[in-house]
Each structure stands twice: as structure tokens, then as C-alpha cells.
Nanobody, 118 residues
Framework: QVQVVESGGGLVQAGGSLRLSCTAS????????MGWYRQAPGKQRELVAS???????NYADSVKGRFTISRDNAKNTVYLLMNSLKPEDTAIYYC????????????WGQGTQVTVSS
């Protein structure tokens, strides 16, 4: 059974940094894309950043230049380095993994809270 597990959230002051990690386990199938999404109270879940198995990245405009996504394919792990954090970055951050070649399925983690104080 596929599991996606995030770690690394917490409380940080504005201007600080955090690194999130996410590992997908329980699969031998190809993981096409891994990504980070976030959901703030009262708002819809939004894409933060994603990375393909070929290391092609995509970022939300609001985090470009501040966040960096990277991936270790051997470990089925994706990282999100978040610098220059702002209070508006406060949200639950969810990791997802798109797994499988012919019929891809999307798996989600349970989320990790990131709180940025002003």
C-alpha cells in the first residue's frame, strides 16, 4: 500500500527558513511527479511547487525565488526548502505523488503545518 509521509513543518518567524521532506513508500512503480500544495484557513488548496522524475520544476508565482523544490529519485523523496518566509505562507502543506505510467494515480500525504509569525 502506497504511503506518502511529510515532515519538517513548524513555527518560524517571518524571514526565516524551513525545509519540508516527503517520502513515498510501498511502491515499485514509477513516480512521475511529486509536488507540494498548501491550504490556508478558508482558502482552496493551491499548488506550491512540483518536480517531475526528469527534474523539471514548476512554482507558484508567489513562491518563486524564495522556495526550492528538489527530489531524490533513489529515495522516492521530495524536499521543499522555504526561505524568506512570510506570514501569508502559513498553511497546511501537503505532499502528493503521481505514481504509475499507464494509469497514474495521485496519492496524498496527511499534511504538515507551517506557521510563520510576524
Amino acid at each position: 500500500q502506497v504511503q506518502v509521509v511529510e515532515s519538517g513543518g513548524g513555527l518560524v518567524q517571518a524571514g526565516g527558513s524551513l525545509r519540508l521532506s516527503c517520502t513515498a513508500s510501498g511502491t515499485t512503480s514509477r513516480i512521475k511527479t511529486m509536488g507540494w500544495y498548501r491550504q490556508a484557513p478558508g482558502k482552496q488548496r493551491e499548488l506550491v511547487a512540483s518536480v517531475t522524475s526528469d527534474s523539471i520544476t514548476n512554482y507558484a508565482d508567489s513562491v518563486k525565488g524564495r522556495f526550492t523544490i528538489s527530489r531524490d529519485n533513489a529515495k522516492n523523496t521530495v524536499y521543499l526548502l522555504m526561505n524568506s518566509l512570510k506570514p501569508e505562507d502559513t498553511a497546511i502543506y501537503y505532499c502528493n505523488a503521481v505514481i504509475g505510467t499507464f494509469v497514474p494515480k495521485v496519492y496524498w500525504g496527511q499534511g504538515t503545518q507551517v506557521t510563520v509569525s510576524s
